[in-house]
């Protein structure tokens, strides 16, 4: 078992994500003795994992180490672990590897992943993105698609292979079918010669009557606007019901449909990470059906006001009693309030106000110049919206050479509509079998070009290398 020996309060914080990464910095000068430990070695920025998804940034430049970001923090370590249980009686922390850590107080910022609502099997041909190894399968199959694309010669098989469908119409599934709008139209428009990557078919799908339940009826409608000017067809309504390497099975309205397709992303709903049923259960805690943690006005869990829930583990009221939403603004909030909570008990000062969260609103990009934004309660869409939306994300950047790399990578691709890590690494779970496909009769096609011309028309078959 592991201990500081400074005499000190010692407080664990398990996740180095927004909350786990807010208490540490807001503990800073505390005369605490912080440890955080994550499974991960760095922070990463997940607002903008679409964009490593969709090849306009590198995974290193939206994540940050975490070592590195907290280094100055002389009464803070970072340790690598991935916690497995919690014991609330003797107060500690139970890592995968055996190890153990004392608190006296705990902060638990494990965040969320994705949920199939019971069909994980899934998975397999619909990848979520809550972390970069997703980040880096979803560029892989969105670029690979009209790699193969390029090769066939059968219409239907090559329509399947340029056909997207988004699940879920939040934030997530809207930028990223604005975003593989951007690519088919712009960025691969002269890249290929058998294909003509602007025919591709993008379908964002949502069971919701509307895209961006969360924004403005009307802010909602002006980005609907913005996806179809793009090529993205919205179908609401529409209950997922099968999911496998050929294509998509729904319910729309009572009416079945199938959806041919090879590419499939899941933006359809979060759950909790493991360890908070491990904590419920530890605590007994009320959880509500996603596995959230029912936190009392002061973060804690009822009879346990040693441990704070942050972030999407946390199930907190609003001022109006409504839960709170899973995104970043909201972590950073309680992950700082949990802190000086912390700081005013250990120092026996009078215990603070419950949390209150500011919301400061809600943004969404579409494209190139396209976002909608709901800032303190006034509506903005367009280039307005995208400034904010760029500065705003700029600035919670954690590292400033991060800042700079990003702010330079989004100038060159909105000056040229490039985008420079448009990279196929590793191994997709649909990857495409040439030699079985073109066994089955399929042929690799090469243009049909008139002589100066430089025009695709027809394509004419021929034998597969």
Known sequence: MLRLMSGKSKVVIIGGGFGGLSAAQALKSAPVDVTLIDRRNYHLFQPLLYQVATGSLSPGEIAAPLRGVLSRQKNTRVLLGDVLDIDPVSKQVVLADGATFDYDSLIVAAGSQTSYYGHDVWSRWAPGLKSIEEATT???????????AERLSDPAQRRAWLTFVIVGAGPTGVELAGAIGEIARQTLKHDFRSICPEDAQIILLDGGPRLLPSFPEDLAQKAERSLAKLGVQTKMGAMVH????????LQVNGTAERLSTKTVIWAGGVTVAPLARTLAKRTGA???????IKVGPDLTIANFPDIYVVGDLALSLDASGKPLTGVAQVAMQQGAYAAKAIVRKTSGQPKQKPFAYFDKGNLAVIGRAAAVANIFGVHVSGL????VWALIHLTYIVQFQSRILVFIQWAIQDLTFSRGARLITGMAPTDFNFNREMAGGDRAVEPKVEPGSGTKTDSVAVPAR
């Open 286 to 292: 009320e959880t509500d059906r996603g596995g959230r």
């Open 242 to 249: 099968d999911v496998d390497r050929d294509g998509v099975g």
């Open 384 to 387: 307005t919206a995208w400034l």
């Open 138 to 148: 979803l560029r892989h199959k969105i670029l690979y698609a009209f790699e193969v």
